[in-house]
Nanobody
Framework: QVQLVESGGGLVQAGGSLRLSCAAS????????MGWYRQAPGKQRELVAV???????NYADSVKGRFTISWDNAKNTMNLQMNSLEPEDTAVYYC??????????WGQGTQVTVSS
């Protein structure tokens, strides 16, 4: 099971930007897909964005055109660039990694708060 460490959360005003990073404990080349989920108070955890080893991406409708997920092979990380943030984006964001034949991994979560 890969260990994941998130960073980059914080407080930002509406319209601002944040960049989340997820560092993996082993080579990301050995991971089939990674993604970001988020959970707001009183709500279920939801998928935000996912990227597979071939670079194919998928986004929740609510973040399309504003968020970009990408690999950083040099730093062995996966990143989420979040632009035009809205108060509705406020949540704890969790990194997730999936490898065929292995248990899925989750990070500890990082808080993103967007003020209006």
């Amino acid at each position: 099971q890969v260990q994941l460490v998130e960073s980059g959360g914080g407080l930002v005003q509406a319209g601002g930007s944040l960049r989340l990073s997820c560092a993996a404990s082993r080579s990301i080349f050995s991971i089939n897909a990674m993604g970001w989920y988020r959970q707001a108070p009183g709500k279920q955890r939801e998928l935000v964005a996912v990227i597979n080893s071939g670079g194919i991406t998928n986004y929740a409708d609510s973040v399309k055109g504003r968020f970009t997920i990408s690999w950083d092979n040099a730093k062995n990380t996966m990143n989420l660039q979040m632009n035009s943030l809205e108060p509705e984006d406020t949540a704890v964001y969790y990194c997730h990694a999936y490898t065929i034949g292995r248990p899925a991994s989750w990070g500890q979560g990082t808080q993103v708060t967007v003020s209006s």
